[in-house]
């Protein structure tokens, strides 16, 4: 038995599979595609599957990976993204198959890449909007309301914007780099929302998730 | 794939992967290689079409065909056609993500009366003339078949033609001849006239209707050649008709999430509140081989693990244990669980839970329909009170301990004392499995009662019938509780549920409507009502409102007793079952009187004229 690991790209209208979904796309996909791995014991047995990191509603990504055990010590893993393809919808794409490297607990940030746009193009230019954006990140606080286990609680996202990098584009693009994983995880439409709520325009973002990192700074493999 | 335009609204509206398309099994074509193009709509959400048997039959029989492309559309919830509403989106088919109105046919398939009014919605979000006068050219021709067609006069105002029966061959027919008189250069009515002499079509604008001073039916004519009677298409041959070997396969759960095999059409049984029973006759099987190559290549084709084996009633298949034992020889290894839905209380056996216990062990579901044996007589459900009894033992033995009863209040000859019996007949179930010495251990049983309000329909025995008024359901729901709370039965060990009059009320009203209903429908549509199987939409006082609006009075329809020679406005369409069988069986009924099933002596229904089926089995 090798506990293996394969990255995919979801993208297109596989964007609004939530995470739920993907895990029944998988299940179906690899039942499909008649891999033998293992299979739960329980009274509903099925193949088990975990995801490393959930991916939100809406996101793309060119990185996430999903984990399972193959029974046969010699399966043959550069073959397991073809089979698997074959049997995917066309928006999820596996790229790779590997034996994992890290645990999933390896996880400690992501990138996103992000572009922003008004939902009402009327309302503000492209310029205006970068002005306002580079004006919100110069905030030496941006404080928002975050849900967790115990309650609403005020976070300073400031320190949590691990890496940014503007890219060139008529639209306001940029790569942003938040902390993630089981322990903390920043999704990038919290900053976004607060910057929405900031200056008064409903915002739309295109967000697609384009590197998983451990805390070394590796790729997550 | 889904227009550009949409993708900054999908965030702000709830399951936007509803609205995108892009599922595996999804056929796309280049529109440029097709003469017809036919967009397949279902009067509901996504989760609720994408789980319905014959759209996925007909969907992929269709597109067989090269010089079709048949796509999928849905209604928007809400949230979604707010959206589109405000944005200028008009409703687009999931395939191409063009707006229906670039299409040659729309299709309804009208599975329940409460969806019409998402029917009219639709067209109106499609930008297409809502009703059929205002529809000219040889295009966007709107046709509607499933169950609800054996009476569609309530809306024939906005269908150009209903199919009546099986689909499989009669939609090909008439597409083909839409196709040729494209090439030829037809019109409109041209080709609206040579469909209404195919079989099994109904052209409603062809014919005229009068009416009695009492307001009923006088007289339905038909002019321009069409025929006096339509008659119904059924697929006689089942192992030989079409099924698809691959479906479109959902990336967001749906209501059945799971793979169906049809494993045989129509019910032998004849109970006669069920209009399913009368519509589908005669019962036609597939063989145990048949059934078992369609659902592997189903499984293999679309990678999932369960097999619903679909029927009206799928205890009285023929060879019921010899098939799942077939299909579990390679189910069992390759990790399919079969479900075998619509169980009779007399049809379960050791044999068969044997056979499907390797599915998750959820409750079991009984509908004996009434609480007392005199009522479940009259209403044909031949159901005994002992075999109940047994079939629950044999489940609680089994390790069951949820056991759910459906039964419905109203039905005709209904007394106070049948209403009584049905929680009395819950107690019964639960000390069933009290004296069951081999039940689950340290576990306490739990039944549920559903009731629902009983809806006369077409095509039955009970098609005369008035139903209850909604304070006389009303009483009987109370009844219940009462009768709950004078037997001290604990309600943590049975929970009674009810259903809500409203809709049935609704539901009666259009099941039994003529075309003066059409007006009720354009009205309510106006106003903006849709989603009415939703309780999140449905008001009966806004219902109350419009057929006030329309100055027609719907307990004409739902609460009058009809008279066996009264011209029923669905008479000229014929389901094979004749009148003068329906009224001896409504005359049995009120006799209490129970008919035996096809299969033990044949009662004259009709259906023996398509030839085959159960008419023609060995008895």
């Known amino acids: 038995m090798k506990n293996v690991r394969v990255f995919y790209r979801k993208f297109g209208p596989c964007k609004y599979i939530s995470h739920l979904d993907t895990n029944r796309v998988m299940i179906r996909a690899i039942g499909k595609s008649r891999l033998n791995i293992w299979r739960t014991e329980g009274f509903n047995q099925h193949a088990y599957i975990t995801f490393a990191l959930p991916l939100s509603l809406g996101f793309a990504s060119e990185c996430e990976s999903m984990d399972f055990r193959v029974l046969d010590d010699d399966e043959d893993l550069s073959a397991i993204p073809a089979r698997l393809n074959e049997c995917l919808p066309e928006g999820i794409r596996v790229f790779r198959c590997a034996e994992a490297v890290y645990k999933p607990a390896a996880i400690d940030s992501a990138k996103y890449a992000v572009t922003l746009e008004p939902m009402n193009e009327s309302e503000i230019s492209n310029i205006e909007l970068s002005e306002k954006w580079e004006a919100f990140l110069q905030l030496p606080e941006i404080n928002v309301e975050k849900k967790t286990k115990k309650g609403m609680k005020t976070v300073d996202l400031k320190p949590y914007i691990l890496a940014y990098e503007a890219r060139q584009g008529e639209k306001v693009c940029f790569d942003l780099t938040l902390p993630a994983g089981s322990t903390l995880n920043i999704n990038p439409n919290l900053l976004i929302q607060a910057f929405s709520d900031s200056i008064g325009t409903e915002l739309y973002a295109d967000i697609t998730r384009v590197g998983i990192y451990t805390k070394e700074g590796e790729d997550f493999a | 794939m889904y227009p550009e335009k949409i993708e900054k609204l999908l965030l702000k509206v709830q399951k936007p992967g509803r609205y995108v398309g892009g599922e595996m099994g999804a056929v796309i074509k280049d529109k440029q290689d097709v003469d017809v193009r036919f967009a397949f709509c279902f009067p509901d959400t996504y989760e609720i079409g994408m789980s319905h048997l014959g759209i996925k039959i007909l969907y992929s029989l269709f597109n067989e065909k090269p010089y079709i492309w048949c796509e999928r559309v849905f209604a928007p919830w809400l949230d979604m056609e707010e959206q589109m509403r405000a944005h200028d989106i008009p409703l687009y088919a999931l395939e191409s993500g063009d707006p229906i109105s670039d299409f040659d046919f729309i299709g309804f398939t009208l599975q329940y009366e409460l969806s019409y009014s998402n029917i009219l919605n639709m067209l109106s979000l499609g930008n297409i003339p809502v009703l059929s006068k205002d529809r000219h050219d040889l295009n966007h021709i709107v046709v509607a078949g499933g169950p609800c067609a054996c009476n569609p006069e309530p809306i024939t105002d906005f269908i150009d033609i ?103 059409r129509g019910c032998i049984r004849g109970c006669r509140f069920c209009q399913a029973g009368f519509l589908y006759r005669p019962v036609r099987e597939k063989s145990v081989e048949c059934i078992s190559k369609q659902c592997h290549a189903l499984c293999q084709n679309t990678g999932y693990d369960e097999v619903s084996l679909s029927s009206l009633s799928s205890s009285d298949y023929t060879q019921v244990v010899p098939m799942l034992r077939e299909l579990n020889s390679w189910a069992k290894p390759e990790n399919v669980s079969l479900s075998l839905p619509s169980l009779r209380v007399d049809g379960f056996s050791d044999d068969i839970l044997n056979e499907i216990k390797t599915v998750r062990k959820s409750g079991l579901t009984f509908a004996p329909e009434a609480g007392s044996q005199r009522l479940r007589n009259a209403i044909n459900k031949n159901v005994f009170e002992d075999e109940l009894m047994n079939t629950c033992r044999v489940a609680f033995e089994g390790g069951y301990t949820t056991v759910k009863l459906y039964f419905m209040i109203g039905l005709p000859t209904e007394t106070m004392d049948d209403v009584a019996d049905i929680p009395l007949l819950g107690k019964k179930v639960l000390d069933t499995f009290y004296s069951t010495p081999n039940r689950p251990k340290g576990k306490s049983p739990r039944v549920t009662v559903s009731a629902s309000s009983f809806v ?72 903006g009502m849709h989603f009415d199987g939703w309780s999140d939409c449905f008001s009966l006082q806004a219902w109350f409102d419009v057929f006030e609006a329309c100055g027609i009075d719907p307990s004409f329809y739902a609460n009058r007793r009809r008279s066996f020679d009264e011209v029923l406005p669905w008479d000229h369409l014929d389901y094979g079952v004749s009148k003068a069988f329906l009224r001896r069986e409504c005359e049995r009924a009120y006799r209490s009187e129970a008919s035996p099933n096809c299969r033990e002596k044949c009662m004259g229904c009709g259906a023996m004229k398509y030839g085959g089926g159960v008419c023609y089995e060995k008895r």
């Open chain 2, 162 to 264: 209903f199919f009546l029966g099986d689909g499989e061959e009669v939609d090909l027919e008439v597409i083909e001849l839409y196709r040729q008189c494209k090439k030829d250069g037809k019109s409109r009515e041209e080709f609206l006239q040579l469909a209404s002499q195919i079989k099994g079509v109904y052209v409603p604008s062809l014919y005229d209707v009068s009416y009695n001073d009492d307001g009923t039916v006088a007289a339905v004519t038909p002019k321009n050649g069409a025929p006096a009677v339509i008659e119904k298409r059924v697929m006689m041959n089942m192992d030989e008709s079409y099924y698809p070997d691959n479906f479109v396969v959902p990336n967001i759960e749906i209501v059945h999430d799971r793979a169906v095999e049809e494993i045989f």
């Open chain 2, 456 to 527: 006369p329909k077409p095509f039955t025995p009970f098609q005369w019938e008035p139903q209850d008024t909604m304070d006389v359901l009303r009483e009987k729901q109370q009844h219940i509780k009462k009768t709950m709370a004078e037997n001290h039965i604990s309600p943590s060990k049975m929970s009674y549920n009810y259903h809500d009059s409203d809709t049935s009320y609704l539901e009666a009203v259009f099941a039994r409507g003529d075309r003066r209903l059409n007006k009720v429908m354009y009205e309510a549509y106006k106003r």
